[in-house]
């Protein structure tokens, strides 16, 4: 207990830890002309956001979704590595996420690869923004587009 207390106050002196870094990945998109059943199924909405989220190498420290009747969805997630969020809005066959991680081990476009699965939108605008002291654009490779 002391020496938990002693890093807690102190941090950690092991020269081999990990240094924080001061940057993150930002991944936002539109997705469009999604298949309705994919997009009106909550609970298959919720599970593909788990699946997404857990295979951009993130880890889900706690969620929190609301309905809005009868199959609207928003649900926000903490994450270790900041944040991610969702809104669907079956009346228009379309939804948006976002995904906000700090460092550099998690990957936007392995996110939405997994999402584009089961969403099988038509249309997608997607962009990753690399924020530090600065805010910049990163080239998004699109290459898994639907056909």
């Given at each position: 207990m002391i020496?938990?207390?002693?890093v807690l106050l102190i941090g950690n002196l092991n020269p081999e830890a990990p240094t924080y870094q001061f940057m993150g990945k930002h991944f936002l998109a539109s997705y469009m002309d999604c298949d309705t059943d994919a997009l009106s199924d909550i609970d298959g909405t919720i599970a593909a956001m788990d699946s997404a989220v857990r295979a951009s190498g993130a880890n889900i420290l706690a969620k929190t979704p609301y309905i809005f009747p009868p199959n609207?969805?928003?649900?926000?997630?903490?994450?270790?590595?900041?944040?991610?969020s969702l809104h669907t809005y079956p009346e228009h066959n379309a939804c948006?996420?976002?995904?906000?991680?700090?460092?550099?081990?998690?990957?936007?476009?392995k996110f939405d690869k997994i999402f584009r699965a089961y969403l099988k939108p038509k249309k997608v605008n997607a962009h990753i923004f690399l924020r530090?002291?600065?805010?910049e654009e990163e080239t998004y490779s699109q290459d898994f587009l639907p056909n």
């Open positions: 020496a938990l207390v002693f609207g969805l928003t649900i926000v997630y903490l994450l270790s590595e900041s944040h991610a948006f996420v976002d995904l906000f991680t700090c460092g550099d081990h998690c990957s936007a476009e530090h002291n600065n805010i």
